[in-house]
């Protein structure tokens, strides 16, 4: 017999319905037709409890019934999809020939636990080699036992249990025995069993009726002994349950949408089952509804709204100029000629109603269904025919006719102001036919006067005609205006100042009017005119021509220029100063007028001011003052531009001596000297030229007579006086060499400290002499007899009333 090696998978968590009961059993025939169904739960009830020796019951079972075709020996390997030793599956099985209501006690079974036995994978089954009939649960066994014999004809229940995880599993079948064959489907070669139509129910949703009967004979073809049943849904069509009941009207419920058929074999029961899809076709469907051309008058005067349609375009507009050929497309001229496909239209079309007509388009595809819909042919107008006059004016002063025109000046009266159509101009009428060699809008005139064509396109129909353009060139000779000049007195000297331009006083008439430019090619193609004229500021320093352009409505009647001139101020330095000696009455300074330039001071004419009151007869360029006060001279050019300078004059005096301060009979005398005055001083010590210091004290002074100089820096003199600075000897040898004879206190005398005290003691504090200031000193004898050499001391008190006290050495 032939060995049976059949494979099928079953698949978890694909559908929620399981085979976990008895009478849901699938039948197992010679195909592997099973996907999708699943090992979850026991079903409707505990069927398993106490029918076999392996002490275990339904957890998550699926039931297989299984039909011998030819006798023979029977096993299977069992394969968790997983390779997790926890993954445990037991079987049972129930036979020969049992029934759902008596099954009868399990001929076979295993519920050995893969894992309590350490085995090295989690296969389970019946095999060849195998002596026990049932084996389990937990540790007992080795998850296989023996296969059986069977004969022709009998069944059996082979029920798989999952007690422990979650995987799928497959089978192989082993042994000599086999199965009912299965039904085919007989579909010949080249027929599909997929069913499409098109949406002909009225309502544009992709949904409409089927009939599903017409696969019928296709999936029979010569079998007998066979059904055929449609079901939505996969497993229902493996467990043959919800059949489709209306299979001549099914509506589908999406598009496409996946139907299943199932052939089974009504003696043996065994099934296949196959997937084909029912769709609906879209109806073709219109992107526009309309198609326009322009109307074909070529004068712009037979403006009929008639035109001939090429219907290729009609199609090419319709489609958005998508690729139409493998289209079916046909046009008529009523609906029912459509419905009927009679007195189809011809490729050009000429429209019977004026300016807007209807037609019916039908089309269809392969792929999409046949539909037909009204088109809108719509006979665009053409732009209304104008002609437009542009008048310019000639420049220079020998005219020729030939001037630079704004050809855009004329889009007002060509367009009515309507913003919807364009214009481009061309020296010809073959350049404007062909659109090429289209003017700019700046255009020298080659004659006078010209005319240029005027192609005028609506911008949203693209339909256009041509009008005509006349430039016309007034030729006036040019003239000048002068403006007023004006000083550049405004704050700031940049040769700017602001103007009125009317004052130009351009004549004009009372239609007239005149716009200023700063160039003549802004005046004449009457771009970026000036603002605002009445206070216009030069943008030239010091001399600016502005351009101004008379026009009487758009035509203009001469272009004159404009003189500005903004003269300079006298340049001088507006501020200085000067000083004065109020002691000296006789002192005079020069004030000048401080021109900077080096131009002549003829060139200018002086007023001079004393504290704001001007000084009568005044108006030399130099002034001589001797008081202090503000000053100021208005410097004038003989055009009346002027600039004021001022001078402030300050006075300045000798130095008065408040005192003089001597700190002396130290190692370090000093001498700082205290004045008052108005003027700017420095100081010298025993020099009367100097150098001066700028400071009033003096450290490091020698003792002896001294004489102080204050000088004026301004020039007002000097002052001097004489001063004492007090000295001690530090010791005397009166030995009669003419050097160091006698001791006395340096500069004591009859003119500084005259009345100073002066005592001399010995060791032993015995005053030996006392010193008058006027006198030689001390000689170094007491009652006419030479005292010893030693140190003495000495007491001394001024007449200011300082004290001093110390010693010296009398040397021998």
């Not at 086999?178 to 129910?201: A, E, H, K, Y």
């Not at 035509?555 to 004159?560: K, L, Q, T, V, Y």
């Not at 010298?684 to 204050?710: A, C, K, M």
Request: glycine share 6%; proline share 4%; charged share 15%.
């Amino acid at each position: 017999m032939k060995k049976i090696a059949l494979l099928f998978f079953i698949f978890l968590s694909i559908t929620s319905f399981a085979q976990s009961d008895c009478s849901d059993a699938i039948i197992v025939c010679g195909n592997t037709g099973f996907e999708g169904l699943t090992v979850t739960g026991i079903g409707t009830t505990q069927e398993l409890t106490g029918l076999n020796t392996c002490k275990s019951q339904e957890n998550n079972s699926l039931w297989l019934k299984l039909s011998i075709n030819t006798g023979g020996t029977l096993g299977f390997l069992l394969v968790p999809g997983s390779n997790d030793i926890n993954e445990d599956y037991d079987f049972f099985v129930f036979g020969p020939n049992a029934s759902c209501n008596t099954l009868g006690q399990a001929i076979r079974c295993s519920t050995t636990n893969p894992l309590a036995i350490n085995q090295n994978n989690n296969y389970t089954g019946m095999n060849e080699n195998e002596t026990d009939t049932s084996e389990g649960p937990g540790g007992a066994g080795n998850s296989f036992i023996k296969w059986l014999t069977v004969a022709a004809g009998d069944s059996y229940f082979l029920v798989i249990d999952r007690p422990i995880g979650s995987s799928n599993f497959s089978l192989q079948w082993t042994g000599t025995a086999t199965f009912n064959t299965p039904p085919t489907f007989d579909v010949p070669t080249g027929i599909s069993m997929d069913i499409t139509q098109c949406d002909l129910d009225g309502t544009d949703d992709f949904s409409t009726a089927f009939d599903l009967t017409k696969n019928t004979p296709i999936i029979i073809g010569t079998q007998t002994d066979v059904t055929v049943t449609y079901h939505t849904q996969q497993n229902d069509a493996l467990t043959s349950t919800n059949a489709i009941q209306n299979l001549t009207s099914f509506v589908n419920s999406i598009n496409p949408q996946p139907l299943f058929a199932r052939i089974t074999n009504t003696i043996t029961g065994c099934f296949n089952t196959s997937e084909f899809f029912i769709r609906t076709n879209a109806n073709m469907s219109f992107p526009i509804t309309k198609s326009s051309i322009c109307d074909d008058a070529t004068d712009g005067n037979d403006a009929n709204g008639k035109a001939i349609f090429d219907l290729n375009k009609v199609t090419s507009d319709v489609f958005a100029n998508q690729n139409t050929t493998s289209f079916t497309i046909k046009y008529y001229l009523t609906q029912n000629d459509a419905n009927t496909n009679s007195n189809a239209l011809s490729q050009f079309f000429h429209n019977t109603i004026p300016h807007q007509q209807s037609i019916y388009i039908k089309a269809y595809s392969s792929n999409l269904c046949v539909s037909t819909t009204k088109i809108d042919l719509i006979v665009n107008p053409l732009p209304q025919k104008t002609t437009a006059i542009l008048v310019q004016c000639d420049t220079g002063l020998n005219p020729d006719g030939i001037s630079l025109f704004n050809l855009s000046e004329a889009n007002s009266i060509i367009t009515n102001n309507d913003s919807n159509l364009s214009t481009s101009f061309f020296v010809n009428n073959a350049d404007a036919v062909n659109n090429t060699n289209n003017l700019t809008t700046t255009f020298n005139n080659s004659i006078n006067p010209q005319t240029i064509i005027v192609r005028v396109t609506n911008n949203t129909t693209g339909c256009y005609s041509f009008s005509s353009l006349q430039l016309k060139v007034n030729v006036i000779p040019e003239k000048t205006y002068f403006i007023n000049p004006t000083c550049d007195d405004d704050g700031t000297e940049d040769g700017k100042h602001t103007f009125n331009l009317k004052d130009s006083n351009i004549p004009t008439t009372s239609t007239q009017k005149i716009i200023y430019y700063l160039n003549i090619n802004d005046a004449l193609l009457e771009q970026n005119a000036i603002v605002n004229p009445l206070s216009f500021f030069n943008e030239t320093v010091y001399n600016q021509i502005i351009y101004a352009r008379v026009e009487d409505g758009n035509d203009c009647f001469g272009i004159s220029n404009i003189k500005l001139e903004v003269q300079k101020l006298p340049n001088i330095e507006t501020a200085s100063s000067a000083m004065v000696c109020s002691n000296l009455p006789s002192f005079f300074v020069q004030l000048d007028s401080g021109i900077q330039d080096g131009s002549p001071t003829s060139n200018y004419t002086y007023v001079w001011t004393k504290d704001g009151i001007i000084l009568s007869g005044k108006t030399a360029p130099t002034l001589d003052v001797n008081t202090e006060g503000t000053y100021t001279v208005i410097v004038s050019t003989h055009s009346g531009c002027g600039k004021t300078r001022t001078i402030t004059v300050t006075a300045s005096d000798i130095a008065h001596i408040q005192n003089i301060d001597i700190i002396d009979l130290t190692n370090v005398n000093t001498v700082t000297i205290n004045i008052t005055g108005t003027g700017d001083y420095e100081y010298s010590l025993d020099e009367p030229l100097g150098p001066f210091q700028q400071s009033n004290f003096f450290d490091n002074v020698s003792s002896g007579i001294h004489d102080v100089y204050i000088n004026d820096k301004n020039g007002c003199g000097t002052i001097t006086k004489p001063i004492a600075v007090l000295g001690i000897p530090k010791f005397f040898t009166p030995n009669n060499d003419g050097y160091n004879d006698s001791w006395n206190i340096k500069e004591v005398n009859e003119t500084f400290n005259k009345g100073a005290r002066i005592f001399i003691y010995d060791r032993y504090g015995k005053v030996v002499k006392q010193v008058l200031p006027s006198s030689n000193g001390w000689d170094g004898t007491y009652t006419g007899n030479p005292m010893p050499a030693d140190d003495y001391w000495y007491s001394i008190k001024l007449e200011d009333g300082r004290e001093a006290k110390g010693h010296f050495l009398l040397k021998r």
